[in-house]
């Protein structure tokens, strides 16, 4: 990835050109509304200056070894993983986890499969895991609901008629 070419700061997006990524298909990642990961990347970007200003070298990648470009980072990675003391990971993790909190915070579907590069919904709901304390969740929205139904009697008659319905 390259300063200005993917990774555009002042246009507040990381851009991912076609053919690059897992479904071939370019797309555009908006991180100006994520003042977390613009913060990282600017501080990242501000890392080699001094670098480059002693070999006069302009260092064009967003990571890069001693400004060289990084080809493969599953070394890295995996001495990263061991010194963090977390259970294996893999990158392609992470996309599973955007799915699933992309989905938890209400994000139309259509939304988040663009955000990820989903092409089809049936990929999209199997990466969208519903874990145990969803279904918690859930449950107690049902159970919130009701107890409002409950509190308010105008809400109550059109609650009553549609359980004599069923």
Known sequence: MRWGFNVDLGAGEIRLEPGTTKNDEGRAFPISVLPGLAEVLTEQKRRPEANEKSTRRIIPWVFHRQGHRIKD????WDKAIEAAG????IPHDFRRTAVRNLERAGVPRAIAMKLVGHKTESICRRYAIVAKQDLVDGLKRLADYRAELETKPEDREVSNIMDVRK
């Open 73 to 76: 980072f599953r070394g890295a």
């Open 86 to 89: 977390i259970p294996r990971k």
